[in-house]
């Protein structure tokens, strides 16, 4: 009798057991799904990107703005032209990665115009029109951007600093400039906006919460030591 009840007990804990075995299964081998299929999207991913490195004419095809309109050379030679008669007048062009550092572009027309990425370490762009242009990511590192017309233009996550002593001299000017309802996003510090309009320009981060994203908060965005007189 004794026997049988300890028989019972044994079969009841494995049937009791059996649904937690079975979940438990079914779990792993749900995990070990999602594991496999997250490193064939990976391993994809890798493929598509070494693709389109060792590939620049894919650029096109997988990104269609990636690739710029004009290249470095023609629009020094449209500089030159235009120095000899006339302005720059690239108003809504695509100029995206371009290395146009230590040119003198002052007072061009660049309204609308693509310049993410691109290189404007210590290119003079005073008096340009820069309004609704994307310069997003771009190298503004000592740039002088003096009396320039960035209302509407977004400046997320620029290039200001060289080394991680983040130091002042490299960053850019935008004294007198026009930022009205212009996005700026990064890190700034150092800037100086003398007499710059900001009306309705906007300091905040992506995301933002209740207390950030003012000049005095600065959360998203670093603003230490910039000039606003």
């Given amino acids: 009798m004794i026997e049988a009840q300890i028989l019972t007990s044994k079969w009841a804990n494995a049937l009791s057991a059996a649904p937690l075995a079975v979940a438990l299964a079914l779990s792993f081998a749900s995990t070990s799904a999602d594991v496999a299929q997250g490193a064939d999207a990976d391993g994809a991913a ?7 490195a060792n590939a620049p004419d894919e650029i096109a095809a997988a990104m269609p703005e ?21 302005q720059l007048d690239l108003s809504g062009r695509s100029l995206r990665y371009l290395d146009l550092a230590g040119l003198v572009l002052g007072g061009a ?13 210590d290119s003079d762009l005073s008096n340009a029109n820069l309004s609704r242009a994307r310069l997003n990511r771009s190298s503004l590192t000592r740039a002088n951007l003096t ?30 400039a026009n930022l009205a309802d212009a996005r700026l996003m990064g890190k700034f510090d150092g800037a100086s906006f003398k007499a710059a309009n900001l009306k309705g320009a906007d300091f905040s981060s992506y995301e933002p919460r209740a207390g950030q994203g003012t000049l005095t908060t600065r959360r998203g965005t670093d603003l230490i030591g910039c000039d606003f007189s």
């Avoid at 890798?46 to 389109?52: F, S, T």
């Fill in 109 to 121: 027309r660049l309204s609308d115009s693509d310049l993410w990425g691109v290189d404007f370490t």
């Fill in 66 to 86: 990636g690739r710029p309109e004009l290249s470095t050379r023609e629009v020094s030679l449209a500089l030159w032209n235009a120095r000899r008669g006339g």
């Fill in 147 to 176: 009396g320039s017309d960035l209302a509407g233009a977004t400046i997320l996550r620029p290039t200001i600093h060289t080394s991680m002593q983040f130091e002042w001299k490299d960053a850019p000017r935008f004294d007198s």
């Fill in 46 to 52: 890798r493929v598509h990107y070494n693709a389109v």
